[in-house]
């Protein structure tokens, strides 16, 4: 049996996790009828639980769910005294049984089977025929059932807790009627809703506010508002700070299309980079000299001359300053400038960001890719572009994450045998989904229990080994901390 160990020093989601895998293993000694042994890991669940950080605060929060994570927690702590109480009965120690149960009660236990029913049934659209044959034959009832898939996915990838959150920012251009040329703002919209509900990751796009309002007075706040909103927004774009209040993001995610590499063609548009390139040297070192500094002068006059004056006006969009603000990251930070390029139309990434942004820089195409007609026996779904870039675009930016990796690695995989199953037209009941669904996530499960056991054995080893040489210990501790942080540096 696993030792016991000091779980307040595990990052919450390991322990939220490392209580599932010892209420498994109560299960299984329960089933085998060691009443004993279950009961000490009925008792181990309800420790590790209970040893969260803000342990108070997360089970108040899971008293009333509001997340997956919330529920998650909730149901573990009611399973745990239910059947911690069946136990308690089957040794013969029915008061200790009755209060288990009312525990189980207070923590919802007739509640929880319904609600994570809810949080889990596939579309009900799928349910089988009533000869229980088949369960999806077109094409459209199997891109919803993938659809669920990845639905249920980001469900749980939203409650994974991140230590090390990256920030990012998404460019893109906005649908423009009085254009031939495509946007597909649609799915840069897409990618904002669902990044945003990653825990994982703090997102920001030019509709989301970083700092107060760019002014110097209420009436200039009133006349040029919407144009100082947008400029502290794009600030954190910039290879360094400039103003207090709003730090450069980690990664910026550009979603090329028609639409932003026809702008890119504005006449004036290298006159514009240069002119704001002088004008964020000026800011910066103003900034060096006060570092309370919440003004960007040189900048804004830049943008005002640009976006009013007759001559430049007509050509300029605020999304011409972001990648003006990206050109100068570029310049100034090479290699490690964290820009992602996906593009949503054919051939849009040279327009957009060839001039300044290496060939050899990794670009997602799937989008594109997938809108081209499908080859024979296979079928190319509607959302299939968009959920493939998501899902990528979260391994790279949450690759930090042993656990996200862990669970995005296993995932592609069940997917991967998911979708040839539906298109191998192979009829597919209402079981056979279940089995199929659930595959996915218990192989996710398994792989991240064992990797618990390992941690725990490891902690339990070092714990033995540092009594009897911490110095060793230490020394060793820190060259694994060195290397470690060497991988990530590579990787990011």
């Not at 299960?27 to 803000?54: C, H, I, P, W």
């Not at 423009?176 to 809703?193: C, D, F, R």
């Not at 790279?396 to 040839?420: H, M, N, P, Y």
Request: charged content about 25%; hydrophobic content about 40%; aromatic content about 8%.
């Amino acid at each position: 049996m696993l030792g016991k160990i000091s779980h307040s020093t595990l990052p919450e989601n390991v322990t939220r996790n490392l209580g599932e895998f010892y209420l498994g293993q109560a299960r299984t000694e329960k089933e085998n009828g060691r009443f004993d042994v279950a009961l000490a890991l009925y008792n181990q669940v309800k420790e590790t639980l209970m040893s969260l950080g803000s342990a108070k605060g997360a089970l108040r929060k899971a008293q009333d769910p509001q997340t997956l994570a919330d529920e998650t927690l909730r149901g573990m702590m009611a399973a745990a005294y239910f059947e911690r109480g069946e136990v308690l009965d089957c040794l013969n120690l029915p008061d200790k049984a009755l209060v288990s149960r009312r525990k189980a009660k207070k923590w919802g236990h007739d509640e929880t089977k319904h609600r994570a029913e809810a949080f889990q049934s596939p579309p009900s659209a799928y349910s089988a025929h009533s000869s229980g044959v088949v369960l999806a034959k077109t094409a459209h009832e199997k891109s919803e059932l993938v659809d669920y898939l990845f639905e249920k996915a980001l469900l749980t990838l939203s409650s994974l807790e991140v230590s090390n959150k990256p920030s990012l920012f998404l460019v893109y251009a906005h649908d423009n009627p009085a254009l031939v040329e495509k946007a597909e703002a649609s799915t840069s919209k897409y990618l904002i809703n669902n990044l945003s509900k990653i825990g994982g990751v703090q997102l920001h796009s030019d509709q989301a506010p970083l700092g107060r309002p760019y002014s110097i007075s209420p009436k200039e706040l009133k006349a040029e508002g919407r144009l100082g909103d947008i400029l502290i927004n794009q600030l954190c774009l910039l290879p360094a700070r400039i103003i207090k209040d709003v730090k450069p993001v980690d990664k910026v995610v550009v979603c090329c299309s028609a639409v932003l590499g026809s702008y890119l063609k504005w006449s004036n548009y290298k006159k514009f980079h240069q002119e704001l390139r002088e004008a964020y040297l000026k800011d910066l070192a103003a900034y060096g000299k006060n570092s309370e500094q919440n003004d960007t002068l040189a900048i804004r006059k830049v943008l005002m001359k640009f976006s009013e004056e007759q001559e430049y006006k007509a050509g300029f969009h605020h999304v011409l300053t972001e990648i003006a603000f990206l050109q100068i990251r570029a310049e100034q930070r090479g290699n490690q400038h964290g820009i992602i390029p996906i593009s949503l139309t054919p051939n849009s990434y040279d327009d957009c960001l060839g001039n300044f942004i290496t060939p050899t820089v990794v670009r997602m195409e799937d989008i594109s890719r997938f809108k081209k007609p499908a080859e024979p026996g296979r079928e190319v779904r509607p959302n299939q572009g968009p959920q493939w870039v998501l899902f990528k675009l979260i391994e790279r930016l949450l690759v930090s994450s042993d656990e996200a990796r862990t669970f995005l690695d296993k995932f592609w995989q069940g997917c991967s045998d998911f979708i040839s199953h539906l298109e191998s037209n192979s009829t597919l009941g209402e079981l056979g989904f279940a089995k199929l669904l659930d595959g996915i996530f218990e192989a996710i499960q398994r792989t991240q229990h064992s990797q618990l056991a390992a941690i725990v054995k490891q902690q339990n080893q070092e714990l033995w080994v540092l009594k009897a040489s911490p110095f060793r210990v230490l020394t060793q501790r820190a060259a694994s901390l060195i290397a470690r942080a060497e991988e990530k540096c590579l990787l990011a």
